[in-house]
């Protein structure tokens, strides 16, 4: 009984992590500036506008996007000028960027 349940909370941790939230990854001392956002791949060139723009904040709705059988991609880019290019094909809701903060920007996808 208790090996049962150890299982089920490994496995149940196991399915957290790999639905953990998606985001532009930090990079000490490189704080991100800004995001771009894409229905599909790069290459098609399909940047998305935000649908809530806020002074500190944006917010994408993306989950239609997946239900096209397409998927989220993102291009973060840092102060120093380096741009990390993500695919997102786990399903997410909603992407959010918020500057203003100490540590510069953030962004995440859930």
């Known amino acids: 009984m208790r090996l049962a349940i150890i299982i089920t909370i490994l496995l149940a941790a196991t399915n957290?992590?790999?639905a953990a939230p998606s985001g532009c990854p930090p990079q000490p001392g490189n704080p991100?500036?800004?995001?771009?956002?894409?229905?599909?791949?790069?290459?098609?060139?399909?940047?998305?506008?935000?649908?809530?723009?806020?002074?500190?904040?944006?917010?994408?709705?993306?989950?239609?996007?997946?239900?096209?059988?397409?998927?989220?991609?993102?291009e973060c880019q840092y102060k120093n000028g380096k741009v990390e290019k993500l695919s997102l094909p786990n399903r997410v809701k909603t992407c959010e960027f918020v500057s203003g903060n100490k540590d510069g920007a953030r962004f995440t996808c859930t």
């Open 16 to 18: 957290a992590a790999v």
């Open 32 to 74: 991100l500036t800004q995001v771009s956002v894409y229905d599909g791949p790069f290459e098609d060139n399909v940047v998305l506008v935000p649908d809530s723009n806020k002074k500190n904040s944006a917010i994408w709705y993306v989950s239609g996007i997946y239900d096209e059988k397409r998927i989220v991609n993102v």
